[in-house]
């Protein structure tokens, strides 16, 4: 088994300087939807480097068990002990990452209302791109986030297995094979999520400037 570090792309936020006004123009109101969205994705952003950490961590065990031999059968169900717990944290920090990304999908698709409004052609059509890119990556997450849960169970089964004094070597080699295979899974899928984030990042910046709405940007 072989760590898989995952590089997530993380939305930009355009922070529009906007004149006072007793009410916000249509476009006014998605872009405070759109920048709240952006916000409400800081549990998701938080969770990244733990989670990377904790990968570090389960991969520095597994290296110690395969380095040790069967006499060393009770070190070996220590260390497989503290993997499980990392293995523990990771899925807990995978979850906040998952309900960060829905609370944020929650606020986004108020725009889709709004968007009708919009008496500009051309914002409009900005606008609509924007909304089924943006509407891609979530679901491109939800993909991501489906593989990446499968993949730390068989590394779970795998830590288990590994407690078992009388496991056959077959067995390991075959779930490690497993965990590596769904790991190029959540790396195509990581990958595709990345994609559809640099894109909506574009379209996102194409509506604003279309939209006259003046903006500067934070990384």
């Known amino acids: 088994m072989h760590l898989k570090k995952l590089s997530f792309i993380l939305l930009i936020t355009l922070i529009a300087l906007l004149t006072a006004c007793s009410s916000q123009s249509t476009e006014e109101q998605i872009h405070s939807h759109l920048e709240e969205a952006v916000n409400l994705e800081e549990g998701f952003e938080n969770q990244q480097g733990e989670i990377t950490d904790l990968e570090v961590q389960e991969q520095e065990i597994y290296n110690q ?26 899925e807990e920090k995978i979850e906040l990452e998952r309900e960060s990304i829905e609370t944020s999908k929650e606020e986004f698709v108020k725009i889709e209302d709004l968007i009708t409004e919009l008496d500009d052609g051309t914002a409009k059509e900005k606008a609509e791109n924007m909304y089924e890119m943006m509407n891609k990556r979530y679901t491109a997450y939800g993909q991501l986030n489906d593989a990446y849960v499968t993949s730390l169970e068989q590394e ?16 390991l080699t075959e779930q490690i094979n497993a965990i590596n295979e769904s790991y190029e899974k959540v790396l195509s899928s990581n990958e595709e999520f990345n994609n559809y984030t640099m894109e909506y990042n574009e379209l996102k910046k194409e509506f604003y400037e279309v939209a006259e709405l003046d903006v500067t940007y934070e990384q």
Do not use: H, N, V
């Not at 040790?68 to 220590?78: P, R, W």
């Not at 297995?161 to 009388?166: A, F, I, N, R, S």
């Open 156 to 171: 779970r089964e795998l830590y288990e297995m590994l407690q078992q004094e009388d496991i056959e070597q077959e067995t």
């Open 65 to 90: 068990i395969i380095d040790l031999g069967m006499e060393d059968f009770e070190k070996i169900k220590e260390l497989s002990e503290q993997a499980l717990g990392t293995i523990d944290e990771r």
